[in-house]
């Protein structure tokens, strides 16, 4: 039902920003929240940050708390992650996700998310 495009990654130097994007299309409307994980090598994947899609409530891990925003334009079905501050640790895959459950956006385990995109590659080099 939902289908999901990530964009915008590459390489950036430790300190720099990235500015991810996703696009959304599908049901939408049926949404709860949307979020942000990912995944380096030889790790699970992670929780970094959900939104709620109407209410727009988020949660952020810590590890980028403060220095990541999440953020939707619900007229464009677009789900955003500014990093700024990267650090070499933050290199991974980024995925965005979707998911019709209410409370989902605190379920930071990735198997309780329905939809997910392709994934973009997030390099940050020291």
């Known amino acids: 039902q939902v289908q999901l495009v990530e964009s915008g990654g590459g390489l950036a130097q430790a300190g720099g920003s990235l500015r991810l994007s996703c696009a959304a299309s599908?049901?939408?409307?049926?949404?709860?929240?949307v979020g942000w994980f990912r995944q380096a090598p030889g790790k699970e994947r992670e929780f970094v940050a959900t939104?709620?899609?109407?209410?727009?409530?988020?949660y952020y891990a810590d590890s980028v708390k403060g220095r990541f925003t999440i953020s939707r334009d619900n007229a464009k079905n677009m789900i955003y992650l500014q990093m700024n501050s990267l650090k070499p640790e933050d290199t991974a895959v980024y995925y965005c996700?979707?998911?019709?459950?209410?409370?989902?956006?605190?379920?930071?385990?990735?198997?309780?998310?329905?939809?997910w995109g392709q994934g973009t590659q997030v390099t940050v080099s020291s």
């Open positions: 599908g049901r939408t409307f049926s949404w709860y929240a």
């Open positions: 939104i709620t899609w109407s209410g727009g409530t988020t």
């Open positions: 996700a979707a998911d019709a459950t209410r409370g989902v956006n605190y379920q930071t385990d990735s198997k309780f998310w329905a939809s």
